[in-house]
């Protein structure tokens, strides 16, 4: 039985998962339509369109793992089902962060400023960038799967596998690291410049310099939640009796992703104009549902 405390984390967390899947679909589902009226995918929605699905599914692998290990726990527990648990969240926990960090190498390339030869060539080959780091993921994948279906289901053997199976993980939030401190250095070197050229500030770069740190800086912090709630939720196996370890860690790695949806729909001018459309026909429904009647 569920206490009070376990039960008041369930519902936050079930509440805002259903946002998520809301708010994912809808990236998803408008970086499709934006294909399929250009006749053509870009690679930025291309990229929306990943980051969303994987989510997605993320989303839903959390909730019936969840789900199966308060409510049946003997069921959770069976060889079979923790290894597809288990394969399906590290997959899709990595290619979240993986097309995460794709849109991060995007915006670096698209806006940063610098006249080294590797630089250059790197912009100007930005989608096969793209599809080379989406090239990696596959092989993570396939790696992922020899190393999970060869554990041992003992608890202190899988929680050290899980340990290695996510430092992955932290090489990628590395490499975020280092785009923003690129992306800062870009900005910095902008700026004296425009001091030098006595132009002023209110530049179209500068502005998406500034808008492209904010997104990048909120990301990361939303990224330390996200490892905070997943190795909660890692060493919740050694101590399966603690129901509101789990659940506290399952609850923080939502945050995380509900975060960061909601940071790539006011960061994109396609997302953000789409959803205040969407408000707004939902708001004269509900107000003023006899509308169109008339």
């Known amino acids: 039985m569920l206490s009070i405390r376990e039960s008041l984390l369930i519902f936050v967390a079930v509440q805002i998962r259903s946002d998520q899947l809301l708010r994912n679909g809808f990236i998803g589902f408008i970086s499709c339509i934006d294909g399929m009226k250009n006749k053509k995918i870009s690679t930025i929605s291309f990229i929306l369109a990943g980051l969303a699905i994987a989510r997605v599914c993320l989303i839903w692998t959390i909730v019936t793992d969840g789900f199966l290990k308060l409510c049946s726990p003997d069921v959770h527990s069976s060889g079979d089902l923790i290894e597809y648990n288990g394969y399906l ?3 899709m926990n990595q290619s979240s962060i993986w097309f995460a960090t794709c849109l991060s190498i995007f ?3 698209k806006i940063s400023s610098f006249s080294h030869c ?3 060539w790197l912009k100007g080959r930005l989608n096969m960038v793209v599809f080379l780091l989406l090239g990696c993921l596959l092989i993570s994948w396939l790696e992922n799967k020899n190393t999970v279906w060869s554990m041992d289901m003992h608890k202190g053997e899988l929680f050290g596998k899980q340990i290695w199976l996510h430092l992955g993980v ?3 939030f590395i490499q975020y690291l ?3 401190v690129l992306l800062l250095t870009s900005l910095w070197r902008h700026n004296r410049r425009m001091q030098s050229n006595a132009t002023g500030f ?4 500068t502005e998406a310099h500034i808008k492209a740190m904010k997104v990048l800086v909120s990301f990361i912090i939303l990224f330390i939640l996200n490892f905070v709630g997943t190795a909660i939720q890692i060493s919740s196996v050694t101590v399966p009796e603690n129901k509101l370890l789990f659940i506290f860690g399952m609850t923080t790695t939502v945050l995380y992703l509900w975060g960061h949806s909601l940071i790539l729909i006011l960061g994109n001018r396609k997302l953000k104009q789409a959803s205040l459309r969407v408000l707004k026909s939902l708001n004269c429904f509900f107000l ?3 509308a169109p009647e008339n």
């Open 89 to 91: 969240w590290i997959v």
């Open 107 to 109: 915006y670096f390339l």
């Open 118 to 120: 590797i630089f250059l």
């Open 170 to 172: 932290i090489l990628l």
């Open 178 to 180: 280092i785009i923003c």
């Open 202 to 205: 209110s530049d179209p770069s």
């Open 288 to 290: 003023n549902p006899s």
